[in-house]
């Protein structure tokens, strides 16, 4: 069985602030596919990065930075300088190779509430 | 162009009515699902169409019927439906079945009284 923990339900930082939203997961896959998504209140989930499980290279996208820890199942994301659009929900989920019908499904974390205040 | 449309933004029904959510893509993926969203929580997968057809029912009761009218298109027909199903109805697309990413719609919020 797969599962992804997100341990922090809710965030708040203040604009320009650094901020890191863990995310823990457990396979038995040794091939899987790590994802994290955004939900502003908008409504739309937002696909941000994925990372394969044979690849442990961290990350860089302007002020976003991922850090994947096979050692540790873990896919961490930080956010650099946050500025107040950064606000939403953000979900780390996580899937195996394909194995035929079914084996796509995503599972995803609760997700992390980030509130940015200016 | 990583777009998803879908239509209406908000659906309020009641639970004797008959309505439909509509879902489209242009990117020329061929997998294309349907998940519900509550409040607080994350998406659960409800349906997955693979070269449109139907690959997966996640134990969906059959008030939900979806369709899938050609590769651009996806539809989930709604009818007798309960105060419980009301939710955000994201539609979601990828290029396949074993393309990992799915790109998501901006979702239905569906109220049902």
Known sequence: AQKVTQAQTEISVVEKEDVTLDCVYETR???YYLFWYKQPPSGELVFLIRRNSFDEQNEISGRYSWNFQKSTSSFNFTI??????????YFCALRGAYSGAGSYQLTFGKGT???VIP | DTEVTQTPKHLVMGMTNKKSLKCEQHMGHRAMYWYKQKAKKPPELMFV???????????????FSPECPNSSLLNLHLHALQPEDSALYLCASSQGERTYEQYFGPGTRLTVT
């Open chain 1, 29 to 31: 896959d040794t091939t």
């Open chain 1, 80 to 89: 650099t300088a946050s500025q107040v659009v950064d606000s939403a929900v």
């Open chain 1, 113 to 115: 509430k980030l509130s």
């Open chain 2, 49 to 63: 169409y693979s070269y449109e057809k139907l690959s997966i029912n996640e134990s969906v009761p059959s008030r």
